[in-house]
């Protein structure tokens, strides 16, 4: 079975003793997840150190980073590189969320820099794709999201590729309260096996974990997961709510 991955997404919220507390909430319940189960917080750089010490007692819990630098090192004043991640025990990074791309000017050329670093320091990446609204008032969002995936997974290997996470997010759900209905999820998620078949054979896009992410909530987190082609979430909002976050937890498939 797939790893099945529910992953928090704290984005620029909550100060040190916030945070921190949060974190305590979420691990509190001692729920473990299931066998294929793992719990991943992305958290803003200063408490990747805090929440990576507290997550790393935990079997089947890990640490994310939000965002990483393009570049390997040197003079980039301001940018955190995928080794200094390395380095504090980061296991996986989220590349290419559409606040990044939308504000921050990520284009596709950017994200591919960091996914090969990513992989270049054992770090996996959560690639995140998906449409906006007007693409899918024009039912183009299949295409739209295929042209993402080749600009920024088609150079890679088959084992490569394996070690990357998918997220389809729609940026419509984002933040929104709006959900995709779980049939607008499998649909989408479904079409994005079918596209990493195609490149690279149905074993290996057997084998990819493709999260939704988009207004997942404690209430609608079971619907969504336990459609055949859907391995989880990436959540913003409701991960900032210790109990709500519990549920999505125990959602997993
Ligand atoms: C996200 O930040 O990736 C996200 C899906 O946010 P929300 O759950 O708040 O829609």
């Not at 990513?118 to 770090?123: A, K, R, V």
Request: negative net charge; proline residues 2%; charged residues 25%.
């Amino acid at each position: 079975m797939r790893k099945q991955i529910a992953a928090a997404n704290w984005k620029m919220n909550l100060t040190l003793d916030k945070a921190e507390a949060l974190l305590d909430g979420i691990l509190s319940e001692n729920i473990n997840p299931t066998e294929n189960g793992q719990v991943v917080v992305a958290v803003p750089f200063p408490y990747l150190i805090m929440v990576n010490e507290k997550v790393a007692k935990r079997k089947g819990y890990a640490v994310a980073a939000q965002n990483c630098g393009n570049k390997k090192s040197g003079a980039y004043t301001g940018e955190v590189s995928v080794e200094m991640l390395s380095s504090i025990g980061v296991e996986y990074c989220i590349v290419g969320h559409s606040e990044r791309r939308e504000y921050y000017g990520e284009i596709d050329e950017i994200l591919q820099q960091k996914l090969v670093l990513c992989l270049d320091e054992n770090i996996t990446p959560i690639f995140c794709c998906g449409e906006a609204l007007d693409v899918r008032e024009k039912g183009k969002q299949n295409d739209f999201v295929k042209t993402q995936m080749e600009k920024a997974l088609f150079d890679f290997s088959a084992s490569e590729l394996k070690k990357i996470v998918i997220a389809y997010e729609p940026i419509w759900a984002i933040g929104t309260g709006k959900t995709a209905t779980s049939e607008q999820a499998q649909q989408m998620h479904a079409f994005i096996r079918s596209v990493l078949a195609g490149k690279w054979g149905e074993d290996v896009a057997q084998d990819v974990t493709i999260l939704y992410g988009g207004s997942v909530k404690a209430s609608n987190a079971e619907e969504l997961f336990h459609s055949p082609d859907v391995d989880g979430g990436l959540v913003g909002g409701a991960s900032l709510n210790a109990a709500e976050f519990i549920q999505i937890i125990k959602a997993l498939k």
